[in-house]
């Protein structure tokens, strides 16, 4: 095989690649770092990578720090795993129907969608919070479910019309032919094939959820059992002084769950990225 690129260009591309995981990575590094130094020589100066007495301390004393932390992580990722299956739900057969389906006021609501996604949730906390008021969910954990399944919709329409639109309509029309309804060759022609994508808008959905529900849980939930982990990372700063080793150690913990379900579900995600590389 010959290769199309020249040493020189090879040198730049890895390069690239090279400063481009540097600045993504670099923000963990420091917080691994920042969680094993004392307290003491967080903010030393001359800045040293390495200090004396560093140690994985902060690793238990958060525990006792925050004793609720384990059962934030859980919130956050319970809280998370309702809203991706709620907008699932809603999500897989609205992108269907936008996909497939010509009818009237089809652009304006994908446009509609689009601007959804302009707006911030801290745009509409007070509407929502009389909405929640009146129907009775706050202090629940429907309260943070609700709101971050209805931003989530918009994004994953989009995200999965674009996938759905590659698929070749010969294969509906086939299962037609042998009889088959619409929502049979949806569940078992159309969804198979799909699943790529749909694994790629459930990671979206719920890394979104899993991370942005700081605000929704703060405006809404005054029960400390059912705040999810944004919010308990918060009881870390005090009123004179933050850990910031102990903030570090539980932020790191934190996203092992997400980091977690990227690991197993990383072969969909590539083989729904690359979807577009197909030949028509």
Do not use: C
């Amino acid at each position: 095989m010959i290769n199309k690129y020249r040493w020189w260009e090879l040198v730049l591309i890895y390069a690239g690649i090279a400063v481009f995981l540097t600045f993504i990575l670099s923000p963990f590094v420091e917080a691994f770092i920042v969680s094993l130094r004392p307290i003491t020589s967080i903010f030393s100066i001359p800045y040293s990578f390495f200090t004396e007495g560093m140690s994985f301390d902060a690793y238990f004393t958060m525990w006792s720090s925050v004793p609720l932390l384990l059962r934030y992580m859980f919130n956050s990722f319970f809280i998370a795993t309702v809203v991706t299956l709620i907008a699932l739900m809603a999500v897989i057969p609205s992108a269907y129907a936008f996909a497939r389906f010509e009818f009237k006021g089809r652009d304006g609501l994908l446009t509609a969608f689009l601007a959804i996604n302009m707006v911030s949730g801290a745009v509409l906390i007070i509407p929502l919070y009389r909405v929640l008021q009146q129907l009775g969910m706050l202090n629940t954990y429907f309260a943070m479910i609700i709101p971050g399944a209805a931003f989530s919709v918009p994004t994953g329409i989009w995200l999965l019309r674009s996938y759905l639109m590659k698929i070749p309509k010969e294969l509906e029309e086939a299962a037609w032919v042998d009889g088959a309804s619409r929502l049979y060759t949806l569940r078992r022609v159309i969804l198979p094939i799909a699943m790529p994508g749909i694994i790629v808008v459930a990671i979206a959905t719920f890394i979104g959820a899993y991370a942005q529900q700081f605000l929704f849980a703060l405006t809404f939930n005054s029960v400390n059992e059912l705040h999810p982990l944004p919010v308990g990372l918060f009881q870390f700063f005090g009123r004179q002084t933050v850990v910031w080793n102990e903030l570090m150690a539980a932020s790191l913990v934190g996203i092992l769950p997400v980091l977690t379900v990227y690991i197993f579900l990383q072969r969909y995600i590539i083989a729904g990225l690359t979807a577009g590389a197909v030949k028509e």
